[in-house]
């Protein structure tokens, strides 16, 4: 019993990342049929905005807003240089063009910063624990999984409860009708890759702490779960986003912690792509499938 | 009000719509009827920005707004009922209202909700009931009460009683005249031409992309004669 729980602290906050950024491509997706590849370069951006903004020896706190304000920017940066212009494009060339604007992105840090990590310090409580009775958990587990519930919260109520959240929710489900009714286009598109920035910046920010470095490639590596969690959840599917990022985490936990013998775990990444893999064989659509009741 | 002069759109390779000219004065009821895939559908997007026209223009007010986003035309006062009504089916009924006065201040837009609601009391009893569990009657009353969030000046509504049984058609027809003697002007586009006919200041019949009559007063009672006598109805 303590072992599962202690395992499901450490999935949670090993997916918690994933899903924040999985709900970001989800609200991407909503908006724009976009699948966007480049969705991990706001996190590159702050990773890097981390490193130059830890050489001034800034403490943790100042540079995780570095990192969000770094992620906000980059995303509606690649919203406006990269989309913007393509409105009227189909699904495909918008896919091509995130690929692109990921690879560009990859290139103009190897090129001008370097090819290998750049290092930055960490907070000085990362690998503390706190002993809750007999479980020992570690500080990071719990921060991430606070911020992380914050954020959905958060979330949720813009979604729900504002009318940028109706706006977005209603453009996700017919944008053509949602223009009808007189919402703006670029405003609704831009914000939904600040919001997905921003969600972005946050899992940046929980990644950065523990990775202490930052990588040309990270971005791509990073995106990666976050795009499974979103298509193991439904694609489109800002709830099933969530569930599939945590759900990603802790079968990646409960991978490596029983399933796997020590020797093998290192195919734990694969194990989980096969677990993935026979989901989509019965279940395609995702755990929450996009269809919905419609009537004549 | 609005002027549409020798609009050309194409829908792929296929020119849907070719130099059509039509008009809708101040107050009046005009529809468009025209056999399927005589171009009705197209020309309500080329109107309200959705899809490009390729040469002529459109005035609305005596403004030229051929190149007007849909989002800009509804706020300059023109609303579109689409074809198949488009309601938001994962929204709420209230939901969906409110979105239909996005452009609109927060308190006004409550007012507005609340005399919605009064003059649709069905959807005020499902008001938080997803869109997409409502009957084909209700979802058409909610699609013209979204329209009317934004308190337009013009509404197009493209086939307002498709898929409808005869009963709710009644319903549909009688808000259409209700909503002329408030003074909005109309422009519907109908496969049910003997009913819009009835209710019409003047007619345009489009055929294959063009308009090719033009009708009203008595005509407009020839008309629905003659499409009685051809199409049933």
Redesign the interface.
Known sequence: MIAVLQQLVDGLGRGSAYALLALGLGLIFGVMHLVNFAHGEPVTVAAYSVYAAAMFGAPWWALAVVAVVAAVLTSLAIEFAGFRRLRAADDFTLLLTSFGIAVLVRAGFSMWVSTTPRQFHRPAWIFDTVRAGPLALEIYDLVVIAVTALTLVGTWLLLQKTMFGLALRAAAEDFDAARLMGARANRLIAGAFALAGLLAGIAAVLILMRRGQAEPDMGLDILLPGLLAAIIGGLGRLEGAVLGGLALGVAQSAFRAWILPNSLSRLTEAAVFGLIALLFIFRPEGILSARRAERV | MLRVAGVTARYGNITALRGVDLHVSEGELVCLIGPNGAGKTTLMSAV?G?LPVTAGRVLFEGEDVTRD???AL??KGL??V?ERR??????TVE??L???G??VA?AERRRRLKEMEELFPVLAEKRTL?A?????GQ?QQLAIA?ALM?EPRLVLMDEPSL?LAPALVEVVFQLIQDLKKRGTTLLIVEQNAKKALAVADRAYMLRTGEIVDEASGQDLDRWADLFEAYVGG
């Open positions: 309200t959705l986003s849909p989002d509804l706020r609303a579109l689409p488009r309601i938001f089916a994962d929204l939901e969906n409110l979105m239909g996005v452009t927060p997803h997409g569990y409502l009957s084909g979802a979204r934004s898929g």
